[in-house]
C-alpha cells in the first residue's frame, strides 16, 4: 500500500448501532473513493448503494477431505480419528461437518483420502456512482471469514494502488471476532459507532479494548443519542477512561428508517437532522485523515 491511501473502518462491538448506514453515507459523501463492505457473513451494504457487477472471483477457504471409493478399503481408521464425526455411512466426508483438519488423510493406511480445494464464498467487485465497490458472499456454513475479509481488502488496496485512489472506505462487521481484526488491521483510523444502551455501551470498551490493543487510532460516534441523555454521559466516561473522543451524535431519526426501505442511504434525504449530524461528522472524520 502507498502512504497517500487511506483507510477508514467503521465499525461496531454490537450489530444494529447503524454502522452500516453510516459507512454507506460517507460512501455517497466522498468525492473519490473505494468502498469495501467486510461483513461478509452479512452483507448489507448492496442493498442500498445500488451498483453493478463487474467481475465475481470465487473465494477457496479451507480445504475439505474426500475419500476415493476406488482406494478405499473400508478398514473404518478414518472414522475412528474423525473428532468432528464428519465421515458417514459408506466412507463419504460430509462437507459441511468437515473443519479440513487432515487427520484422516494421515491415519488412512490406503492414501485413499486427499485434501481438495473447497469454494467457501465469492468476492464480488462492482461499481457504485462510478466507484470501486467491493463486497462478498459467504458460502452457507462455510467458514474463514477472516480470510475473506483480507482478500477484499487486498483486492481494495491493488484497485486503489492502480487507479490512484486515496481513499478506502470499509463496513466493518460488529463484534470483536476475526473478521472485525482482519477488517480494522492496518488501517489509517477506526469510527466506532454506538448506541446509548445498556449493551450498546457494553460492547462499546470491548471494541475500544480491541483497538487499543492493536494500537489503531479511533474515535467514537454515538448513533440515536436521543434516546437516553443518561446513557450519553456514561459513553462519554467510557470514552474519556480510555483516551478517546467523541467526535459525532446523530440524533435517532425515522428517515433512517425511509431510506432503509427505500434501498437509500439516509444523506439523500438532505432535510433530517441524521442527514445533516452525519455530514458534520464527515466533516470530521475528513479533517482526521487530511483528505
Partial sequence: MTNTIKQLAIVSGKGGTGKTSIAASFAKLAKQRIVVDCD????????????????????????????????????????????????????????????????????????????????????VISQSDDQPFLFAKMGVGQGNSGKLVSELREKAKSIAEEDNYNLIIIDGPPGIGCPVISSITGVSHVLIVTEPTLSGMHDLERIIQLTKHFRINASVCINKSTISSDNIEKIKEICSKFDIAVIGTIPLDMDFVKAQIAGKTIVEYPNSVASQAIKSLWERISQLLNL
Avoid at 478399503?73 to 474423525?82: A, E, H, K, Q, S
Avoid at 468437515?98 to 491415519?107: D, I, K, L, Q, S
Fill in 40 to 123: 461478509v457473513d452479512a452483507s448489507n451494504m448492496p442493498l442500498v448503494l445500488p451498483h453493478t457487477i463487474i467481475e465475481e472471483i470465487p473465494f477457496l477457504g479451507e480445504k475439505k477431505a474426500v475419500i476415493s471409493q476406488d482406494r478405499c478399503r473400508g478398514c473404518g481408521d478414518c472414522v475412528i480419528y474423525c473428532r468432528f464425526n464428519a465421515i458417514k455411512d459408506f466412507y463419504v466426508v460430509e462437507p459441511v461437518l468437515c473443519e479440513g483438519c487432515a487427520v484422516c488423510t494421515m491415519m488412512c493406511p490406503y492414501e485413499a483420502i486427499d485434501m481438495v480445494d473447497n469454494q467457501s464464498g465469492t468476492v
